[in-house]
């Protein structure tokens, strides 16, 4: 639903945006899989991890699978207009990307771990796509809320490259910056994939495993 003569490839200036509102998405009060909240607050201590890797259904999917994983959710970030709707972000003109939330208990796994999961997940060498999904809403990222995180997200970002480069892949275009709002999505596309077991993933991986020195947790 891109607007007509727009480059589906190019983020819409803020100027252009489309203005949104000031209320949020109403989303249930509990996870379908894991009975845990998906709004805050969260448990003390607990971690976060915010990344987009193209279609949010089959991404949050892969987090929720993920040992320690406490709670997910998906929604939208990195763009201009507040609260927007999924129809908004489609079109382009919000300059949001589709991602995942992902709440995950330090006692059972790690960042370092889940930035694994992203990795080896999606292809991120696609630039404002993955597989057929073509737009800027699909672009792959992580948002990082502390400069701990972000030292990890570019660590690992390096690391990888350095397989995808001797496995004969291009160069990652994953962008890596500082999370801003995190406007989460209708409810309809919270857990879409239990809601709807033969829905529609997208995701596509390289096979390439991503060697991050990861402290396995007992």
């Not at 007509?4 to 509990?30: H, Q, T, W, Y």
């Not at 995942?100 to 930035?115: K, R």
Request: proline share 6%; hydrophobic share 35%; with cysteine.
């Amino acid at each position: 639903m891109a607007l007509f003569g727009r480059n589906k490839s190019e983020i819409v200036d803020p100027a252009d945006a489309l203005p949104g509102r000031s209320e949020s998405m109403p989303v249930a009060d509990a996870h379908l899989l894991t009975d845990n909240p998906m709004l805050p607050p969260y448990p003390d201590g607990f971690g976060q991890i915010i990344v987009a890797m193209g279609c949010f259904w089959g991404a949050e999917r892969k987090f929720w699978e993920a040992p320690g994983v406490w709670s997910t959710a998906v929604g939208y970030i990195a763009g201009h207009t507040p609260n927007p709707t999924y129809q908004e972000v489609c079109s382009g003109r919000t300059g949001h990307t589709e991602a995942v939330l992902a709440i995950f208990d330090p006692n059972l796994t790690s960042y370092e771990a889940l930035l694994r999961v992203f990795w080896e997940s999606h292809n991120p060498t696609q630039g404002m796509r993955q597989g057929n999904d073509v737009g800027t809403q699909y672009r792959s990222g992580i948002y990082w809320q502390s400069e701990t995180e972000r030292d990890l997200a570019v660590a690992s970002r390096d690391t990888f490259q350095r397989a995808l480069s001797a496995a004969g892949h291009g160069k990652i275009t994953s962008e890596i910056i500082k999370a801003d709002t995190f406007y989460f999505a209708e409810d309809f596309h919270q857990q879409y994939l239990i809601k709807n077991p033969m829905g529609y993933c997208g995701l596509g991986g390289t096979g390439v495993s991503c060697p991050v020195g990861v402290a396995h947790v007992d």
